[in-house]
């Protein structure tokens, strides 16, 4: 559906992107995460044809942007950062607009038009001046623009900056319900977001790619060893000492979390001595023990841990950091 | 061509939204209408000619003013990203709003032959001079919008634009005061290239076809630099 292909933007005096080199499958959800100025604009503007790369090729659906920029255009809908409206138009007038230059043929707009509208809960609202509508509703009317021609790739750069819990709930399942008809990609910094839209995501740092995953692989496949916490009805030390004489299991930590009064329950934080699975030896062991098990966790790295881990490692400094901090507002 | 249209659709649309195409509007009939009381009151005459020469220089402020959100708006609101990520090429979209700005200009002119509707009730007028007169009116006009279109690709600020484009016409307008002056020599050059200048056969009711290719040239000229300044934001 999407091919980029070795594709850099560079400029003078700032980091532009570099080298940039991923496909997309039709279908697929695909999260662009990273912090501020990683080049996840950028790399968008180039995907849509905004901005021209300075090496490589952009292909979609298999038409390439440069040799094709029409064709290639009309097959992508887009959503900017801030969602492109006349503030001064009514909806009506705007999408009506969008269809005329998006090719949609005169007799097909009207219907096309009123079933956007439904999809984006805009009835009631064509008829009002974009500039008097929330900014959740501009987000909505963004998307209207986007989706009218219904285009093949959808290209959503922070679809859900902005607005208020709510809305970003709203919107989180406008763009998985779009997921089924389009292939998408969307841009974030904001993490548990990719959690729950995404089937894939693609972490991105200094303009180029550090990680491309699926957003579950992510936690296990990072971390050295398997860890896992357990809540376990028994006898504190006498567990801890059986647990510890299993080859399993390279250490036991109880949990920092304060015990609960009653000295019957015993929490523990268990990491494996090789990357094996080791939630069922435990549970044979402690089942043999005659320990019943009342809570059991794997603990992965959380997309934060990862997200931080590879960002951090590639330049340790003050970019790094505000990452981290940014990371810790949106958590 | 369905994209130009409805680009152009759209850019009067905007021109129906915008005060100061209201506010331009108005203080184009005003002045316009101020000089036609003077002039025909006080000369007691029906020579249209006695017209022009004030309405051209109203155009000088007025065109600016209509000109200078063209582009500006759509870089300051972040829209051109949306039409540069359209099918429309820039050519379309660079048409489209010289074609809303042309719609413009002609009402311009076409609402300013109240001046002789009224005139030919005291007596009768030279009707070649008049046609031609407003020939050159008309391709003034364009050219001048050609020129203000330019300069609103120039910058995001709305003011910017209107100032460049003012400055431009004005340097244009006088740019055959310097053969009367410093350049005597090139003076007869210098004299070709003066916008105003270039109505001066026209009004004498000369249909003078090199003057009509300068006017278009010019307009061509203005049209596809606004396109290479938007094609150029593709490489930044």
């Known amino acids: 559906m999407l091919e980029v292909k070795q594709v850099s ?3 003078e005096n700032r ?31 180039m995907i849509t044809g905004y901005l021209n790369p300075t090496r490589g090729s952009i292909l979609v659906d298999g038409l390439s942007m440069a040799d094709h920029p029409k064709k290639a255009r009309s097959k992508i809908g887009y959503l900017p950062e ?40 805009l009835q009631g609202r064509e008829k009002q001046i974009i500039r008097s509508l929330s900014k959740g509703y501009k987000q909505r009317i963004g998307l209207a623009q986007a989706i009218l021609h219904q285009p093949d790739l959808l290209i959503l750069d922070e679809p859900t900056s902005g607005l208020d819990p709510k809305q970003i709930i709203e919107i989180r399942g406008l763009i998985r319900e779009l997921g089924e008809n389009h292939t998408v990609l969307l841009s974030t910094h904001i993490l548990p977001e990719v959690n729950a839209i995404c089937n894939r995501v693609l972490i991105i740092n200094q303009g180029r790619i550090v990680l491309d995953d ?30 510890g004489t299993m080859p399993e299991i390279g250490g036991v930590k109880e949990a920092d979390e304060p015990l609960e009064t009653d000295a019957e329950t015993v929490k523990l934080r268990l990491t494996s001595a090789d990357r094996t699975d080791i939630r069922e030896a435990v549970f044979y062991k402690l089942a043999s023990l005659g320990y019943p098990i009342l809570e059991m966790k794997r603990e992965s790295l959380s997309l934060e841990d990862v997200f931080l881990k590879l960002t951090t490692t590639e330049e340790k400094g003050a970019e790094a950091e505000t990452a981290a901090e940014e990371v810790e507002e949106h958590a | ?77 972040g ?53 031609l007169s407003y020939l050159s009116l008309f391709l003034l006009g364009a050219t001048m919008m050609a020129i203000g279109l330019f300069a609103s690709t120039l910058s995001a600020h709305q003011m910017v634009s209107g100032i460049v484009a003012f400055a431009m016409l004005l340097i244009l307008w006088m740019i055959d005061w310097l053969g ?15 916008i105003v200048g270039r109505t001066s056969n026209l009004q004498k009711g000369v249909f003078d076809l090199p003057d009509v290719f300068f006017y278009v040239t010019l307009i061509v000229v203005f049209l596809v630099l606004s396109v290479q300044v938007l094609e150029r934001k593709r490489w930044r």
């Open chain 2, 79 to 131: 829209t051109d990203e949306l039409l540069l990520t359209s099918p429309a090429s820039i050519t379309e979209i660079i048409g489209g709003k010289f074609l809303a700005a042309l719609t413009v200009q002609l009402t311009l002119v076409v609402v300013s032959l109240i001046y002789p509707w009224i005139m030919s009730a005291y007596g009768p007028i030279d009707q070649p001079v008049l046609w």
């Open chain 1, 15 to 45: 980091r532009g992107v570099e080298q940039m080199d991923f496909s997309m499958s039709r279908g697929e959800i695909v999260g662009f995460l990273g912090p501020n100025g990683a080049g996840k604009t950028t790399t968008m503007r």
């Open chain 1, 82 to 121: 801030t969602p492109p409206l006349y503030p001064e138009m009514t909806v009506q007038a705007y999408l009506r607009f969008i269809a005329d230059l998006r090719d949609i043929p005169v007799r097909e707009q009207k219907p096309r038009i009123g079933e956007v509208v439904e999809k984006l809960g």
């Open chain 2, 1 to 77: 061509m369905r994209r130009m249209l409805a680009i152009c659709r759209k850019e009067l649309q905007m021109y129906f939204y915008s005060p100061t195409a209201y506010v331009a509007f108005a203080f184009y009939f005003l002045i316009s209408g101020y000089f036609f009381s003077v002039s025909f009151i006080g000369y007691m005459t029906t020579d249209v000619r006695l017209l022009f020469g004030n309405i051209m220089v109203v155009y000088l402020f007025v065109i600016p003013l209509l000109t200078m959100r063209l582009v500006s708006d759509e870089l300051r609101q």
């Open chain 1, 9 to 11: 933007k560079l400029y």
């Open chain 1, 214 to 243: 699926r957003p579950d692989n992510i936690g296990s496949s990072m971390g050295e060893t398997f860890e896992m916490s357990v809540e376990i009805k028994g006898p504190r030390e006498d567990v801890i000492r059986q647990l």
């Open chain 2, 180 to 194: 009367d002056s410093i350049l005597v020599s090139a003076r007869d050059a210098l004299q070709k290239f003066s």
